[in-house]
């Protein structure tokens, strides 16, 4: 029903840039948040940054905000994360996360879809 594919990922050095990519394919579905999270080695997932797919309004993490940007293409439900000024510390497996839902008897029914992942590299 949903599909969620990242992609953009890579190897890059510190200071430089990537985007990222999340094709999420609902066809008759409502979109209502995508989600950026990621995955450092040894360690827990941690929220990067969301959008609400509507009214376009975003949160970041404090560790991100100023370097990177979440923005969503409403024609192609298309999400991207331009991740700019990256540091080591940045490398992780990024997952994008949409929340959506079909329209069924008069109301929303969202649920949350996962994408398997891209692995950033940021070197020294």
């Known amino acids: 029903q949903v599909q969620v594919v990242e992609s953009g990922g890579g190897l890059v050095q510190a200071g430089g840039s990537l985007r990222l990519s999340c094709e999420v394919s609902?066809?008759?579905?409502?979109?209502?948040?995508g989600t950026w999270y990621r995955r450092a080695p040894g360690k827990e997932r941690e929220f990067v940054t969301s959008?609400?797919?509507?009214?376009?309004?975003?949160s970041y993490t404090d560790s991100v905000k100023g370097r990177f940007t979440i923005s969503r293409d409403n024609a192609n439900t298309t999400l991207y994360l331009q991740m700019n000024s990256l540091k080591p510390e940045d490398t992780a497996d990024y997952y994008c996360?949409?929340?959506?839902?079909?329209?069924?008897?008069?109301?929303?029914?969202?649920?949350?879809?996962w994408g398997r992942g891209t692995r950033v590299t940021v070197s020294l």
């Open positions: 996360n949409a929340r959506a839902g079909p329209f069924v008897h008069g109301t929303w029914l969202p649920d949350f879809y």
């Open positions: 609902a066809r008759t579905f409502r979109i209502f948040t």
């Open positions: 959008i609400d797919w509507e009214s376009g309004r975003t």
